[in-house]
């Protein structure tokens, strides 16, 4: 199964990252979609997904880890303009994940096209919670993932 990293949902884009690129990338260079970052997967050649003791402990370590626009996504909770994302239209089997920790959070059986940024109508048991003010975040790092909605498609009818 090929491995991607990928944003999600209605405010991230940047809070997930691919090992393998986009299927055409000088299409999405050519719609003004900007590349994601290259970096740890469990199943590819690149450094495996962090342990959660290994995660950073201060919002410095956060920093350095992550690149601007990730930081200010996972960390700031922030969102990246819709229609911009590297993996918006990716089509390809495998699994996305966070890219704060590597932990692996939807599988592309779930994506779906919904809106200016990837969608899927559910998350891998246990990697993504819910609060209270709709925000998801990632259950090993608690990075930002954007927001989990009530209007996706069957079987949960549910927008992450």
């Known amino acids: ?16 990252a691919a090992c393998s690129p986009p299927a055409d990338p000088k299409k999405n260079e050519e719609q003004g979609m900007k590349p994601a970052p290259k970096i740890e997967c469990t199943d590819c050649d690149a450094t495996p997904a962090l342990a959660a003791d290994a995660l950073p402990t201060s919002e410095d370590e956060w920093k350095k880890k992550l690149t601007a626009d990730q930081f200010f996504i996972l960390r700031r909770k922030g969102t990246e303009k819709p229609y911009t994302g590297a993996y918006l239209h990716h089509k390809e089997d495998g699994l996305y994940a966070c890219a704060g920790c590597g932990q692996h959070l939807y599988d592309s059986k779930t994506k779906y096209d919904s809106c200016g940024w990837p969608s899927f109508w559910d998350a891998i048991p246990g990697t993504v919670v819910k ?16 927001h989990i909605f009530d209007d996706g498609p069957p079987p949960t009818g549910k927008r992450h």
Not at 1 to 16: F, P
Not at 133 to 142: I, P, V
């Open 131 to 146: 609060h209270s003010d709709l925000e998801a975040t990632c259950s090993r790092c608690g990075g930002h993932l954007g």
């Open 1 to 16: 199964m090929n491995m991607m990293r990928t944003t999600v949902a209605a405010a991230l884009v940047l809070a997930l």
